[in-house]
């Protein structure tokens, strides 16, 4: 504690001890405390120091730790991750029935195109065929033509 190359000699200090002052005690006009016997009387226990003091007392139950609440199985990370990969598996199926649907919708314009091209053209074949049969069509007379034709150029 000291160096050993200081030629002084610890001193002694004096201990000075205090002891607590005792407040007196507080006397009210109350009524009379009654004395009242427990259930059982605690049982006394006492402890021999290693210094050979006897300590003597009531023996005081532990107070018990909280239980320790269980673990869950599986940890709340773990469920996250699954409820996330189960979320993207239903995204990923609605995305496959979403373009189940737009195929379907396009086959469907392309089949409606279709039918409209049919009837179009069939109505454009009905008035073609029909139009020789008709009266008041309009009618060349090739003989006048082609002596026109001859007349102009010759």
Do not use: W
């Not at 007392?57 to 730790?65: D, E, K, L, R, V």
Request: hydrophobic share 45%; proline share 10%.
């Amino acid at each position: 504690m000291f160096p050993e190359n200081t030629p002084q000699v610890p001193t002694q200090r004096a201990i000075e001890v205090h002891y607590p002052t005792p407040y007196p005690p507080n006397v009210t006009a109350s009524a009379p405390l009654v004395p009242v016997q427990p259930g059982a009387v605690p049982a006394v226990a006492s402890i021999v120091l290693p210094d050979g003091r006897v300590v003597t007392g009531y023996a005081i139950n532990p107070t018990q730790p909280e239980p320790v609440t269980a673990k869950p199985l599986v940890s709340r990370t773990a469920v996250n991750i699954a409820l996330g990969g189960i979320g993207f598996g239903a995204v990923c199926g609605g995305l496959v029935l979403l373009t189940t649907f737009i195929a379907a919708l396009a086959a469907l314009v392309q089949q409606l195109i279709i039918l409209a091209a049919v009837i179009f053209g069939g109505y454009i074949a009905i008035q073609v065929l029909t139009a020789t049969n008709q009266r008041g069509a309009t009618t060349v007379n090739i003989r006048k033509a082609v002596i026109k034709r001859n007349h102009f150029h010759g």
